[in-house]
């Protein structure tokens, strides 16, 4: 299948690897037979690689209908789009934004209703940032910004079009689910949430469940599974004494990027990441 340079995120999703794909891109395997992603969140290196057949997977429900949506009803999708646009302002983001507040009325919504709603969320709320608070409901301010791309057509329908060109499969669960039909000639990417580099850093606002130590050491017991069976594997994570510990033994590359989602100017700005593999 042809590279189409159109495919890309359709969302700003915090941690997203649009910055450091070139990193990235420099340690895929050249060949490798099903690709599985299972933290996906704004899908950057599946739209980079568009692989023939992928399995990909990410825990937030709202963000997995957004693309099973794209995938089966772009059109009525982007109809959808247009009425925010047409109604944007700051009144009206709030009055989409509290639609979740009453879990009754929203559980009534279609399934496109509810991804033109995240869309447009993702578009016009403050710093692009996608959270939820303890309750699961949408809590980002409204961004004001002068002219938010709430319709990119052009994206839609090329990613509408390679998800149905390619044979990918949609999950949406737990990360150690995704990979159970990882044989040998499969490659792995995996993009959890990071390891804080300090105390009062953790972000786990894109779902109630959150990612801490216990699961970073699941995910590490995944790899090790991997590595035993063959599968090849890259992980991207924050590079703390934690993490450059726990996968000690696996080649490690210390990468720089840029942390351009946060609350506070000063904290943004060039960190240390880690992108962790089994294989030269």
Known sequence: MRINPLCAPVLK???????????????????????YEPFFGGGAVLFELQPNRAVVNDI????????LVIRDHVEELIEELRNHEEKNSEEYYYEIRELDRDKEKYNQLSN???ASRIIYLNKTCYNGLFRVNSQGQFNVPYGRYKNPDIVNEVTLRAVSNYFNKANITFKCGDF????????????????????????????????????????????KKLCDKLNERGVKFLLSNSATKFILGLYDGY????????????????????VDEVLVKNYE
């Open 13 to 35: 999703w915090a941690g997203g690897k649009r910055q450091l794909l070139k990193d990235i891109k420099k340690h895929i395997p050249e060949r490798f037979s099903t690709y």
């Open 251 to 270: 080649n490690i590359e210390i990468v720089q990027a840029n942390r351009a989602i946060n609350s506070k100017g000063d904290k943004r700005g060039k």
């Open 112 to 114: 496109i209703k509810r």
């Open 60 to 67: 937030n429900e709202e963000l997995m209908n957004v693309y």
């Open 176 to 219: 150690e689910e995704t990979v159970k039909g990882a044989r040998k000639g499969s490659f792995v990417y995996f993009d959890p949430p990071y390891d804080p580099i300090s105390d009062t850093s953790s972000f786990t606002g894109y779902d109630l469940n959150g990612f801490n130590k216990e699961d970073q050491i699941r995910l």
